[in-house]
Protein backbone atom coordinates (compact mmCIF):
# COMPACT_ATOMS: atom_id res chain seq x y z
CA UNK A 1 0.00 0.00 0.00
CA UNK A 2 1.28 3.58 -0.85
CA UNK A 3 2.01 5.92 1.83
CA UNK A 4 -1.15 8.11 0.38
CA UNK A 5 -3.17 5.08 0.36
CA UNK A 6 -2.13 3.86 3.62
CA UNK A 7 -3.03 7.31 5.02
CA UNK A 8 -6.44 7.40 3.69
CA UNK A 9 -7.02 3.62 5.12
CA UNK A 10 -6.03 4.67 8.41
CA UNK A 11 -8.18 8.07 8.24
CA UNK A 12 -11.72 5.43 7.17
CA UNK A 13 -10.69 3.15 9.95
CA UNK A 14 -10.29 6.16 12.71
CA UNK A 15 -13.77 7.51 11.21
CA UNK A 16 -15.35 4.04 11.09
CA UNK A 17 -13.97 3.08 14.56
CA UNK A 18 -14.88 5.82 16.11
CA UNK A 19 -18.31 5.80 15.19
CA UNK A 20 -19.03 2.45 15.35
CA UNK A 21 -17.41 2.51 19.28
CA UNK A 22 -19.81 5.87 19.95
CA UNK A 23 -22.86 4.03 18.93
CA UNK A 24 -23.57 6.20 16.10
CA UNK A 25 -23.42 2.95 13.69
CA UNK A 26 -25.72 0.83 17.03
CA UNK A 27 -25.47 -3.19 16.63
CA UNK A 28 -27.61 -4.48 13.75
CA UNK A 29 -26.79 -1.32 11.67
CA UNK A 30 -25.80 -2.47 7.83
CA UNK A 31 -22.55 -0.84 6.46
CA UNK A 32 -22.54 -0.83 2.56
CA UNK A 33 -19.53 -1.19 0.99
CA UNK A 34 -20.20 1.96 -2.14
CA UNK A 35 -21.86 4.38 0.15
CA UNK A 36 -18.15 4.33 2.60
CA UNK A 37 -16.35 4.24 -0.81
CA UNK A 38 -19.03 7.75 -1.77
CA UNK A 39 -18.57 8.99 1.49
CA UNK A 40 -14.93 8.49 2.00
CA UNK A 41 -13.84 9.67 -1.53
CA UNK A 42 -12.22 6.49 -1.22
CA UNK A 43 -11.93 3.12 -3.53
CA UNK A 44 -14.12 -0.16 -2.36
CA UNK A 45 -10.61 -1.74 -2.31
CA UNK A 46 -9.77 1.00 0.98
CA UNK A 47 -13.04 0.30 2.68
CA UNK A 48 -12.96 -3.66 2.11
CA UNK A 49 -9.37 -3.65 3.55
CA UNK A 50 -11.21 -1.38 6.36
CA UNK A 51 -13.49 -3.82 7.30
CA UNK A 52 -11.46 -6.48 7.17
CA UNK A 53 -9.45 -4.79 10.22
CA UNK A 54 -12.88 -3.71 12.18
CA UNK A 55 -13.84 -7.76 11.46
CA UNK A 56 -10.60 -8.73 13.11
CA UNK A 57 -11.85 -6.57 16.09
CA UNK A 58 -15.13 -8.36 16.37
CA UNK A 59 -16.74 -4.76 15.88
CA UNK A 60 -18.58 -5.70 12.44
CA UNK A 61 -19.21 -8.91 10.61
CA UNK A 62 -20.06 -9.73 6.61
CA UNK A 63 -23.23 -11.78 6.06
CA UNK A 64 -24.17 -12.91 2.73
CA UNK A 65 -27.32 -11.37 1.08
CA UNK A 66 -27.30 -8.69 3.90
CA UNK A 67 -23.80 -6.85 4.21
CA UNK A 68 -21.84 -5.76 7.00
CA UNK A 69 -23.03 -5.60 10.09
CA UNK A 70 -22.23 -3.87 13.27
CA UNK A 71 -21.80 -6.45 16.09
CA UNK A 72 -22.88 -6.27 19.53
CA UNK A 73 -21.21 -4.57 22.25
CA UNK A 74 -20.52 -7.28 24.35
CA UNK A 75 -18.71 -9.42 21.32
CA UNK A 76 -15.94 -6.80 20.65
CA UNK A 77 -12.25 -7.49 21.37
CA UNK A 78 -12.39 -4.43 24.13
CA UNK A 79 -8.46 -5.26 24.67
CA UNK A 80 -7.73 -3.77 21.08
CA UNK A 81 -5.80 -1.05 21.46
CA UNK A 82 -7.40 1.11 18.85
CA UNK A 83 -10.96 -0.16 20.01
CA UNK A 84 -9.96 1.51 23.64
CA UNK A 85 -8.63 4.60 21.71
CA UNK A 86 -11.62 5.26 19.94
CA UNK A 87 -13.66 4.22 23.16
CA UNK A 88 -11.57 6.71 24.94
CA UNK A 89 -12.12 9.36 22.79
CA UNK A 90 -16.01 9.20 23.31
CA UNK A 91 -18.82 9.91 25.64
CA UNK A 92 -18.45 6.59 27.07
CA UNK A 93 -15.12 7.96 28.74
CA UNK A 94 -15.49 7.94 32.37
CA UNK A 95 -16.99 4.88 32.29
CA UNK A 96 -14.54 3.28 30.39
CA UNK A 97 -11.27 4.93 32.03
CA UNK A 98 -12.69 3.37 35.53
CA UNK A 99 -13.23 0.05 33.72
CA UNK A 100 -9.33 -0.29 32.50
CA UNK A 101 -8.33 1.38 35.74
CA UNK A 102 -9.86 -1.59 37.92
CA UNK A 103 -8.14 -3.39 35.26
CA UNK A 104 -5.28 -2.36 35.59
CA UNK A 105 -5.66 -2.44 40.02
CA UNK A 106 -6.19 -6.15 39.32
CA UNK A 107 -2.75 -6.66 37.52
CA UNK A 108 -0.36 -4.57 38.11
CA UNK A 109 0.25 -5.02 41.77
CA UNK A 110 0.40 -8.87 41.11
CA UNK A 111 2.79 -8.35 38.39
CA UNK A 112 5.08 -5.82 40.11
CA UNK A 113 5.08 -8.65 43.52
CA UNK A 114 6.66 -11.41 40.38
CA UNK A 115 8.91 -8.65 38.95
CA UNK A 116 10.58 -8.15 42.10
CA UNK A 117 11.11 -12.08 41.95
CA UNK A 118 11.97 -12.44 38.53
CA UNK A 119 13.78 -9.49 37.14
CA UNK A 120 16.96 -9.24 35.60
CA UNK A 121 20.00 -6.88 36.69
CA UNK A 122 18.60 -4.88 32.65
CA UNK A 123 15.12 -4.62 33.62
CA UNK A 124 15.88 -3.25 37.01
CA UNK A 125 18.17 -0.81 35.53
CA UNK A 126 15.61 0.42 32.98
CA UNK A 127 12.89 0.59 35.56
CA UNK A 128 14.93 2.87 38.03
CA UNK A 129 15.37 5.39 34.81
CA UNK A 130 12.12 5.23 34.24
CA UNK A 131 11.08 6.23 37.26
CA UNK A 132 13.56 8.99 37.62
CA UNK A 133 12.33 10.33 34.00
CA UNK A 134 9.04 10.78 36.18
CA UNK A 135 10.85 12.62 38.78
CA UNK A 136 12.65 14.53 36.33
CA UNK A 137 9.32 15.93 33.99
CA UNK A 138 6.42 15.39 37.23
CA UNK A 139 6.80 19.40 37.32
CA UNK A 140 6.64 22.46 34.72
CA UNK A 141 3.72 21.15 32.78
CA UNK A 142 5.91 18.13 30.77
CA UNK A 143 3.22 15.59 30.75
CA UNK A 144 3.95 14.34 26.83
CA UNK A 145 7.55 13.64 28.83
CA UNK A 146 5.89 12.10 31.86
CA UNK A 147 3.76 10.06 30.16
CA UNK A 148 6.58 8.34 28.21
CA UNK A 149 8.06 7.65 31.08
CA UNK A 150 5.67 6.13 32.57
CA UNK A 151 4.25 3.92 29.80
CA UNK A 152 7.80 2.68 29.91
CA UNK A 153 7.67 1.91 33.45
CA UNK A 154 4.41 0.01 33.60
CA UNK A 155 5.50 -1.68 30.40
CA UNK A 156 8.70 -3.02 32.36
CA UNK A 157 7.49 -4.32 35.21
CA UNK A 158 4.39 -6.03 33.14
CA UNK A 159 7.51 -7.85 30.84
CA UNK A 160 9.48 -8.58 34.29
CA UNK A 161 6.70 -10.26 35.39
CA UNK A 162 7.92 -13.59 33.65
CA UNK A 163 4.06 -14.00 32.57
CA UNK A 164 3.53 -13.44 29.03
CA UNK A 165 -0.27 -13.21 29.48
CA UNK A 166 0.56 -9.76 31.95
CA UNK A 167 3.56 -8.85 29.52
CA UNK A 168 0.60 -8.60 26.26
CA UNK A 169 -1.02 -5.98 28.46
CA UNK A 170 1.50 -3.54 27.87
CA UNK A 171 -0.30 -1.81 25.14
CA UNK A 172 -3.70 -2.09 27.10
CA UNK A 173 -2.11 0.01 29.81
CA UNK A 174 0.14 2.52 26.89
CA UNK A 175 -3.58 3.56 25.97
CA UNK A 176 -5.24 3.53 29.04
CA UNK A 177 -2.80 6.09 29.99
CA UNK A 178 -2.58 7.83 26.88
CA UNK A 179 -5.78 8.46 27.06
CA UNK A 180 -5.51 9.68 30.46
CA UNK A 181 -3.09 12.77 29.60
CA UNK A 182 -4.81 13.76 25.74
CA UNK A 183 -7.88 13.98 26.73
CA UNK A 184 -7.17 16.03 30.40
CA UNK A 185 -8.35 13.35 32.70
CA UNK A 186 -4.37 14.31 34.64
CA UNK A 187 -3.35 17.20 37.13
CA UNK A 188 -1.33 19.94 34.79
CA UNK A 189 1.53 18.56 37.11
CA UNK A 190 0.76 14.65 38.17
CA UNK A 191 0.41 14.17 41.67
CA UNK A 192 3.81 13.85 44.00
CA UNK A 193 2.90 11.06 45.87
CA UNK A 194 2.08 8.70 42.72
CA UNK A 195 5.47 10.06 41.28
CA UNK A 196 7.05 8.85 44.68
CA UNK A 197 5.63 5.65 44.85
CA UNK A 198 6.78 4.70 40.91
CA UNK A 199 9.94 5.25 42.31
CA UNK A 200 9.85 2.97 45.19
CA UNK A 201 8.21 0.15 43.22
CA UNK A 202 11.51 0.26 41.24
CA UNK A 203 13.76 0.28 44.55
CA UNK A 204 11.50 -2.64 45.83
CA UNK A 205 11.68 -4.38 42.49
CA UNK A 206 15.47 -4.35 42.59
CA UNK A 207 15.97 -4.94 45.93
CA UNK A 208 13.63 -8.24 45.04
CA UNK A 209 11.00 -7.39 47.88
CA UNK A 210 7.59 -8.69 46.01
CA UNK A 211 5.44 -7.72 49.21
CA UNK A 212 6.08 -3.77 49.11
CA UNK A 213 6.61 -3.87 45.47
CA UNK A 214 2.92 -5.36 45.03
CA UNK A 215 1.65 -3.35 48.05
CA UNK A 216 3.30 0.00 46.65
CA UNK A 217 1.47 -0.85 43.22
CA UNK A 218 -1.96 -1.47 44.94
CA UNK A 219 -1.46 2.12 46.10
CA UNK A 220 -0.78 3.53 42.71
CA UNK A 221 -3.95 1.86 41.54
CA UNK A 222 -6.26 3.39 44.21
CA UNK A 223 -4.74 6.52 43.87
CA UNK A 224 -5.91 6.73 39.87
CA UNK A 225 -8.93 5.73 41.15
CA UNK A 226 -9.63 8.59 43.69
CA UNK A 227 -8.21 10.82 40.60
CA UNK A 228 -10.45 9.60 38.78
CA UNK A 229 -13.46 10.41 41.20
CA UNK A 230 -12.26 14.01 40.97
CA UNK A 231 -11.18 14.29 37.17
CA UNK A 232 -13.90 12.04 35.26
CA UNK A 233 -16.71 11.81 37.91
Not at 32 to 56: G, H, N, P
Not at 124 to 153: N, P
Not at 182 to 207: G, K, S, Y
Request: charged content about 25%.
Amino acid sequence: MTTEGHGLHTHVLDSLGLEITAGEYPPGSVLRTDELAQRFDVSRTVVREVIRVLESMHLVESRRRVGVTVRPTEEWNVYDPRVIRWRLAGADRPRQLRSLTVLRSAIEPVAAGLAARHATAEQCAALTECALGMVATSRGHQLEGYLKHDVAFHRIVLNASGNEMFARLGDVVAEVLAGRTHHQVMFEDPDPAAVTLHVQVAEAVREGDADRAERLTREIAVGALQELDVLAP
